[in-house]
């Protein structure tokens, strides 16, 4: 037996724990989602290993035992959005695994508690409790990280039971009857680090209430209305002066702020002299005008200031003083966005502003001409305004010693540039120039040391060849413009993500990627591909190249012609080499040219092709022929299938072969001297036999022409054999007659013979068999019965 050794026995034990592990985080995601599903109970058909159950926005009114009871696994359950009245959480005592409870927006007025359960988030927000609705057992909950209340009255004696506990994060939402006649003191056991307090909606802020107390690191406030007159934001202001008492605070935001002008900027003068770091304010509404007022800006702790939507009810005063306050503000970080505002003022001297973003406003070309107190400025960001003239851009950042990101995406910026010089900072390294009207020239003009440009949704066509070298250019992104090809690198020699997508290219360069080495990601999608011979070297050059790289691939890559490929993701299109390339077409056919050619060269050569084509060919005429033939018609006067005419010096041939061969199958043939009536001259005689014959034979070879043709030539210009019967002769070419041969006379031999109406008679052997099938298919006719015929002997 074998031991184990102890390396081995970790390996299993390790394997073993990470395959339970994998089981437990296979069971720890089970979400069933059944809001916004007209419930009016708990459903009872949830699948057991139920982790996460979402029935919020139903109609649901109660709780019970019976409802969860069979969900063990239950870890988070929320029902916000329903109509519960009563809670009794006796009703998760089976439900141990249970941590995250979302009871808001219901109509809870009482929970009754239950010591067993163990909350890490337990929100009972926006219910219509009297008090705050906190049992003495939630001190046990040692793990609260997040407590949602809400209350119209509060009580520092209620929040007694959860002293002890460290909270994340406290939100407490004061119903609309809240009256803030309280002790001011109530949250002083709120030991959080975060402190939402929503104030009731449609009340004037009267309220005492000390935030400070918590000592919470960030303090949001939500809903401040301040707009009676003879209030000034008063208790408001008062609130937010006795933040000074609570050093650790940092963060303020406030939310949907009614008041006016004036207290507004009483609210930044206010914050600016607390230990608050960062301060954030949106949804303001404001009213009234700013009159000509100081801010003092020394002593402050401020670095961020962020005012995000404001909606000012009178527009038309001078807001020259708005802009000055921001202008000289003494922070790194200020937004000003959606706000309406449309212009700023250049800080007066050196500003301390390392982040700008007025974004969402209506400034125009105007901002910061000539400013030359924004050497620290960092990133600017004016996204979304009403800028027009790209030349008034580059003039501004001009001044701006450290820009280096800038943000103007979203205006209706051209560049014509021929109006001025190229004057962009040097300093810029991310450039955002998409959603504007820009075209091609704007390549003429860029930042040399720029890193990202984001060009898309443009105007542009094509990028010139001669833009100016982009050495540092890492991203460029010139999505949804019109580019019909891919840059090549030549001039961006670092760049390395690439993004083109929605553009019209039908017909991307194959050398891309020879020319980008350093490309990681490219976009190229949803453009109008062209699949053609042309593209498939980019195809296959596209496949060489890792998925990481391709963005999008294979979903957005998709033939948009020809027609019939309309649609054919350009992973499944395929063009044969052949079809493609035309020098290897031409050496394909020339090359299967060459090998025709041979063959037949072979067949012709050595195996006499063409005379087995000409026996077929007139076997097969010959065929046609008698079948068309009106044998009754030939039957009266016939005797004999055919004449044979032939030289003497032939005769040797005809006797032994010529003879017995066509009368073993009892064809009848008329020889002259054989079939002789005597009386008769040879020529008579010869004639006799022609016309008692179906056909007439003869036997061509050198010595036939120059000794019987005469014969006959005679004879045929009388009757005109040739003309209307040449039907009726063979002519077997018994030796090869050359042309020059033939005496000049004889123009009917002349013409049959370019005719090559003739049957050859071949050297060899084996073709000796079909040249007799032939010539017997030519003669073979059937004649009278054989007494009749008889007769003429
Ligand atoms: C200022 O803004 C920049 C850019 O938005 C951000 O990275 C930075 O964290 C902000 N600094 C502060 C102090 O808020
Ligand atoms: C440029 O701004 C647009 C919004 O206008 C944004 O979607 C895009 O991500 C920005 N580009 C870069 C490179 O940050």
């Known amino acids: 037996m074998s031991t184990v050794k102890p390396g081995t026995f970790y390996c299993v034990i390790i394997f073993v724990l990470i395959l339970l592990k994998m089981q437990i985080s296979d069971e720890s995601e089970f979400r069933v989602d059944r809001s916004k599903a007209d419930l009016t109970h708990v459903p009872q058909d949830l699948p057991v290993r139920t982790t996460t159950l979402d029935i919020s926005q139903n109609n649901i009114a109660e709780l019970q035992t019976s409802d969860l009871q069979p969900l063990p696994k239950l870890r988070a359950l929320i029902i916000s959005h329903n109509r519960i009245q009563y809670l009794d959480i006796r009703v998760f005592q089976f439900n141990t695994e249970l941590e995250y409870l979302d009871l808001s927006h219901n109509k809870l007025r009482m929970v009754s508690c239950h010591p067993t359960v163990n909350f890490k988030h337990l929100d009972l927000s926006f219910n219509p409790f009297d008090a705050l609705p906190i049992c003495n057992e939630f001190g046990n909950m040692s793990q609260l990280k997040f407590l949602g209340l809400s209350a119209v009255q509060l009580q520092k004696s209620s929040v007694r039971p959860i002293a002890c506990l460290n909270i994340s994060k406290v939100l407490l939402v004061l119903g609309e009857t809240y009256g803030g006649k309280e002790d001011p003191e109530s949250l002083q056991d709120f030991h959080t680090e975060s402190l939402h307090i929503i104030f009731p909606t449609k009340k004037e802020f009267y309220f005492t209430l000390d935030v400070s107390v918590s000592m919470a690191v960030s303090l949001e406030l939500s809903n401040i209305k301040c ?36 207290s507004f900027i009483q609210i930044l003068q206010s914050v600016w002299h607390t230990t608050i770091k960062y301060f954030s304010i949106s949804n303001v509404k404001l009213q009234g005008q700013l009159d000509n007022r100081e801010f003092y800006y020394s002593g402050t702790s401020l670095k961020a200031l962020s005012v995000h939507h404001v909606v000012s009810e009178v527009f038309s005063f001078p807001q020259s003083n708005i802009y000055r306050i921001f202008a000289n503000m003494n922070i790194q970080n200020l937004t000003v966005s959606d706000t309406h505002m449309i212009h700023m003022l250049c800080p007066p001297q050196t500003s301390p502003f390392l982040h700008l973003d007025f974004s969402n406003n209506l400034l125009t070309d105007m901002v910061f001409v000539d400013c030359e107190h924004l050497i620290k400025l960092e990133t600017l960001s004016l996204q979304t305004n009403q800028l027009k003239e ?32 190229c004057s962009w900072t040097k300093t810029l390294l991310i450039l955002n120039m998409s959603s504007n009207i820009l075209t091609d020239s704007v390549f003429r003009c860029l930042p040399p040391k720029v890193k990202v440009l984001d060009l898309h949704n443009n105007r542009i066509t094509n990028i010139p060849k001669d833009v100016t070298h982009l050495e540092a250019l890492q991203e460029l992104n010139i999505a949804f413009n019109s580019l019909t090809d891919l840059p090549g690198c030549g001039s961006f020699s670092s760049l390395s993500v690439l993004i083109i997508n929605h553009n019209s290219v039908f017909h991307p360069s194959a050398d891309f990627f020879q020319s980008c080495h350093k490309i990681r990601s490219i976009d190229a999608g949803n453009n109008p591909f062209q699949c053609t011979c042309e593209l498939r070297e980019f195809v296959r050059n596209l496949g060489q190249v890792s998925s990481e790289v391709l963005e999008g691939w294979p979903d957005s890559y998709v033939c948009d012609y020809p027609e019939r490929l309309k649609g054919t993701p350009l992973k499944d299109f395929h063009m044969s080499p052949l079809s493609c390339n035309t020098a290897l077409l031409i050496v394909t056919i020339g090359a299967s040219m060459l090998v025709l050619t041979a063959s037949v060269t072979f067949l012709c050569l050595y195996l006499d092709l063409p005379w087995y084509l000409r026996m077929l060919c007139q076997w097969t005429q010959t065929r046609l022929r008698t079948r068309n033939v009106p044998i009754e018609d030939l039957q009266g006067t016939l005797q004999f299938h055919a004449f044979i005419s032939y030289s003497g010096h032939d005769s040797a041939w005809v006797k032994s072969e010529l003879l017995p061969n066509l009368e073993r199958e009892g064809t009848r043939i008329c020889l ?73 006379s004889y123009h009917k031999l002349k013409t049959l013979m370019t005719q090559r109406t003739y049957l050859e008679w071949p050297k060899e052997n084996s073709k000796h068999g079909l040249f007799w099938a032939n010539l017997r298919a030519a003669i073979n006719v059937k004649l009278m019965e054989q007494g009749k015929e008889m007769n003429y002997t």
Request: some cysteine; charged content about 15%.
């Open 672 to 744: 002259h001297e054989r079939n002789f009536v005597p009386g008769k001259s040879i020529v008579e005689n010869i004639i006799n036999c022609i016309e008692k014959s179906y056909k007439s034979i003869f036997v061509l070879s050198p010595n036939f022409v120059q000794s019987e043709w005469c014969h006959y030539e005679l004879y045929f210009a009388h009757h005109n054999l040739f003309h209307e019967g040449s039907n009726n002769l063979i002519l077997i070419l018994l030796e090869p007659i050359p042309h020059y041969s033939i005496p000049s």
């Open 227 to 262: 707009v009676a007159d003879n209030n000034q934001c008063f208790y408001f202001l008062r609130v937010l002066s006795k933040l000074q008492k609570n050093p650790s605070l940092s963060n303020l935001t406030l939310n949907n702020i009614e008041t006016t002008w004036g």
């Open 390 to 421: 790209l030349a008034y851009v580059m003039n501004m950042t001009n001044k701006m010693k450290s820009l280096q990101q800038l943000d103007i995406s979203q205006n209706s910026l051209r560049y014509d540039e021929d109006v001025t010089a």
